[in-house]
T-cell receptor, first 117, second 111 residues
Framework: DVKVTQSSRYLVKRTGEKVFLECVQD?????MFWYRQDPGLGLRLIYFSYDVKMKEKGDIPEGYSVSREKKERFSLILESASTNQTSMYLC????????????????FGAGTRLSVL | RKEVEQDPGPFNVPEGATVAFNCTYSNSASQSFFWYRQDCRKEPKLLMS???SGNEDGRFTAQLNRASQYISLLIRDSKLSDSATYLC????????????FGAGTRLFVKA
């Protein structure tokens, strides 16, 4: 059974703080993703990584950075948290399909609900 | 216009009812389609993939209409446990394999 674990379910931070959200997967997946989910907007991709030390910007990377030093771990960093970054953050991982090279089904962590005051 | 659009609902139906959700996508290059289910305050989980010929899994039937660029999900004999948000997902097979999630359709099944 695939397991994607996010380090915190709930976080409360102050404006200007540096925030680290951690995600670990145990299925040896190549690909990992960070999304944020807001009411009425669905999931929006922040960053993804298809290999160790590789990262690609998603649709809304501004104000975020990521780190992937090990295959199983993908970290999302808010360099200076702002109130508009209050959201639910979801990490996901997937394997790479051998035939097409595209992403297989994504498996999600339980999410981190971040409040920035 | 959003790349994947869904009626947000909520759909309120009695147990045993049949309910259908539609989803439209704007990128004709999208190749793979999925329905995810998300319970309140939980993570999305894959419900089913959507194949060109349509596919069925128990009480759930998914259909794809490429010409009209829409995907549907039909739930028959609704159960209380079907209450959740259903997310429509479209993914390309080129250009970074971009995956776009719809905002979801909320379903409440009542006794």
């Amino acid at each position: 059974d695939v397991k994607v674990t996010q380090s915190s379910r709930y976080l409360v931070k102050r404006t200007g703080e540096k925030v680290f959200l951690e995600c670990v997967q145990d299925m040896d997946h190549e690909n990992m993703f960070w999304y944020r989910q807001d009411p009425g907007l669905g999931l929006r991709l922040i960053y993804f990584s298809y290999d160790v030390k590789m990262k690609e910007k998603g649709d809304i990377p501004e104000g975020y950075s990521v780190s992937r030093e090990k295959k199983e771990r993908f970290s999302l960093i808010l360099e200076s948290a702002s109130t508009n970054q209050t959201s639910m953050y979801l990490c996901a991982s997937s394997a790479t399909l051998v035939i097409s090279g595209s992403y297989d089904i994504q498996y999600f962590g339980a999410g981190t609900r971040l409040s920035v005051l | 216009r959003k790349e994947v659009e869904q009626d947000p609902g909520p759909f309120n139906v009695p147990e045993g009812a049949t309910v259908a959700f539609n989803c439209t996508y704007s990128n004709s290059a999208s190749q793979s389609f999925f329905w995810y289910r998300q319970d309140c305050r939980k993570e999305p989980k894959l419900l089913m993939s959507v194949y060109s010929s349509g596919n069925e899994d128990g009480r759930f039937t998914a259909q794809l209409n490429r010409a009209s660029q829409y995907i549907s999900l039909l739930i028959r004999d609704s159960k209380l446990s079907d209450s959740a948000t259903y997310l429509c997902v479209a993914r390309g097979n080129t250009g970074g394999f971009k995956t776009i999630f719809g905002a979801g359709t909320r379903l409440f099944v009542k006794a």
